[in-house]
């Protein structure tokens, strides 16, 4: 079985390039937007619609939804009708074939900039757990599971 796993300090994290594709291999109609305005006085979420080549910033909030938004001309949409819009949910399993299919194609694209993602691979129905140090990833699983003879989770007894 083969898992995505974060290689170096910052966090686990997709790059918008590889959400998208790995969301128009499951067949899903994507309107990907990123949050333009950091302002948080405002009565207003500001968005511009983004596509596959965006080059995401250091901190970009993205969004991804089924249906487009209706932004105002200057790309505002009010918090009260944002609110009511459904994300679509880009939180994959690490095992997910079509996330372990974009992070082989995609390489070093599929990473963002606090992330190396990297495919590792472990024997079918092993349990497994990532154990994770300031981001940095590494999977646990067979005898590591055990401590004494007691089976632990999650790294803990």
């Known amino acids: 079985?083969?898992?995505?796993?974060?290689?170096?300090?910052?966090?686990?994290?997709?790059?918008?390039?590889?959400?998208?594709?790995?969301?128009?291999?499951?067949?899903?109609?994507?309107?990907?937007?990123?949050?333009?305005?950091?302002?948080?006085?405002?009565?207003?979420?500001?968005?511009?619609?983004?596509?596959?080549?965006?080059?995401?910033?250091?901190?970009?909030?993205?969004?991804?939804?089924?249906?487009?938004?209706?932004?105002?001309?200057?790309?505002?949409?009010s918090f009260d009708e944002l609110r009511y819009k459904n994300e679509i949910d880009v939180d994959f399993d690490r095992e997910d074939k079509d996330l372990v299919q974009i992070v082989e194609e995609l390489d070093a694209e599929a990473s963002t900039n606090l992330s190396e993602l990297e495919v590792l691979e472990i024997p079918d129905n092993h349990e497994y757990y990532i154990d994770d140090y300031d981001g940095v990833e590494r999977i646990v699983s067979g005898l590591e599971l055990h401590v004494d003879g007691k089976r632990i989770v999650g790294g803990a007894e």
Do not use: H
């Not at 619609?49 to 089924?66: L, P, Q, S, T, V």
């Open 1 to 77: 079985m083969k898992l995505v796993v974060n290689r170096c300090y910052g966090g686990y994290g997709l790059s918008s390039k590889a959400i998208l594709r790995v969301l128009e291999l499951k067949g899903e109609t994507v309107f990907a937007y990123v949050q333009m305005d950091k302002n948080l006085e405002r009565e207003a979420e500001n968005l511009k619609a983004i596509d596959k080549d965006y080059k995401e910033g250091f901190w970009d909030n993205i969004y991804y939804f089924r249906e487009p938004l209706d932004l105002c001309e200057n790309g505002d949409i």
